[in-house]
Structures are given as C-alpha cells and as structure tokens.
C-alpha cells in the first residue's frame, strides 16, 4: 500500500516541476480527488450508488473535480490543478496527465439506451488545459490533445490534436519519443505555420511590399518633375 502510494507520487514529481517534494504533491486536489474517485467507485461496483455518489459529491466540493463514480481509471492519473469533469462511461488507461478545465463529455444518446457515452484514453495520454473530448471516441495510445482542442472522432495512437474542430498535426520524432511532453503540445511551433510564425511571414510580405510602393512613388515623383520642366525653344537666337 505504501510502496504504491510512493510510486504514485513520484509519477506525478516526474511529470510536475512545481513540487519540491513528495509531501507537497499530497496536497494537490487531483491526488485527492483521485483518492475519493477509488472509494466511490468500489462503492459504485458494489451497486452501492447513493453512497458513491455522496462520497463523488463531498469530493467535489473539497477539490472542484467531478468524477463520476462509475469512471474507470488506471494507474497513475493526473490531474494538475483541477477544475476537471469526467462522465460515467469514461475509461482512462495507465499514465494518463490532464490539465486544468477538461472534460471528458458525454454525447446524447438518440435511442434512449445509456451505454458508452464517454471518451477511452488509452495508456500515456495527455490532454491539454481547456479541452473538451466528447461522445464515445478512442484516444490512442501516447496522443497529445492540445490546450483548447474539440475532439469529437477518434484519435489515431501518438497523433497530436489541435483546434476546433480538432485536427491532427505532425510531431518530430525525436519529439513524439520523450516520456513526457508538458502540456500535450510542443512548446515551440507545435502546429502547421499560424500563430506567431505566420505573423512573421506576413510582417515580412508587408515590408516587401512597402518597399515597392515606395520606390514606385518616387519613381513617379520623378517623372513628374521632369515633365514640369520647361521646355527649350528648337532654335535659339531666333
């Protein structure tokens, strides 16, 4: 029990900068909204599903995460910082991180019929703060879900996913292989060339094209003054 408890801790040191030791990771809400999620979930199995949910809801209110009692979830989850929903259906794998203000939604059944309704995160998924993954998709194995992203379809295995509606975006290899990436997303230029990259190219099309205006004005300015000058008679003296 001790031993597990210490290799969570340290997978959540080894995924986190901030804490300077064990001790300080124990106060994270994740680490006890993770804590709760296991009791009412062995409570939920046992068809036990007022006290689970009574014991989801006292862990809602100490931590701002909402994890439905019949979520399945594997080793060493993370959740940094918080304010993070997970629905009934959903399962999570071994290894997976989470950011803050995800949620993990269900979509409307159209025949009445409950059943899976919410995402699968397979093992070492990580998902970026803001996103919002919905209905019943698979989220393969080391995927990368960036801050913000919609997914709604499924997610092929180390695939990065950005935008709304979220697309897929190549990663270096050298990238995609570290055992960990901060975020869900390389930090430098993660996507296609937009964001500051693509405001560069067009400053520079901008200063090119000054430059030719310019040059066609005083070109144009030239030409005028020599059209203002005066002409010479054809004979002088005359």
């Excluded at 100490?62 to 989850?77: M, S, Y």
């Excluded at 993954?133 to 879900?145: L, W």
Aim: neutral net charge.
């Amino acid at each position: 029990m001790l031993g597990n408890l210490i290799r969570y801790l340290d997978s959540v040191v080894a995924r986190d900068p901030a804490p300077r030791s064990r001790w300080e990771v124990l106060l994270y809400p994740g680490v006890w909204a993770l804590f709760w999620h296991r009791i009412s979930h062995r409570l939920f199995n046992a068809r036990l599903f007022f006290l689970a949910r009574a014991v989801n809801h006292f862990s809602r209110f100490l931590t701002a995460i909402d994890i439905h009692p019949g979520a399945t979830i594997g080793k060493n989850f993370f959740i940094d910082h918080g304010f993070t929903v997970i629905g009934e259906t959903a399962h999570i794998g071994d290894n997976v991180t989470i950011y803050q203000c995800v949620t993990l939604g269900g979509s409307n059944p159209t025949n009445g019929v409950g059943g899976k309704r919410h995402p699968t995160l397979e093992d070492n998924v990580i998902v970026g703060s803001g996103a919002q993954i919905i209905g019943p998709v698979t989220v393969g194995k080391r995927a990368r879900i960036g801050a913000s992203a919609v997914v709604t379809e499924d997610v092929p295995e180390g695939a990065t996913m950005i935008g709304v509606k979220a697309r897929s975006t190549l990663v270096k290899a050298e990238t995609y292989a570290k055992e960990f990436m901060p975020y869900g997303t390389p930090c430098k230029e993660p996507c296609e060339p937009v964001g500051s990259q693509r405001v560069d190219e067009l400053e520079e099309q901008v200063a090119v094209l000054r430059e030719q205006v310019e040059a066609l004005l005083a070109a144009n300015e030239e030409l005028g003054r020599e059209a203002d000058k005066p002409s010479e008679p054809a004979c002088k003296g005359v």
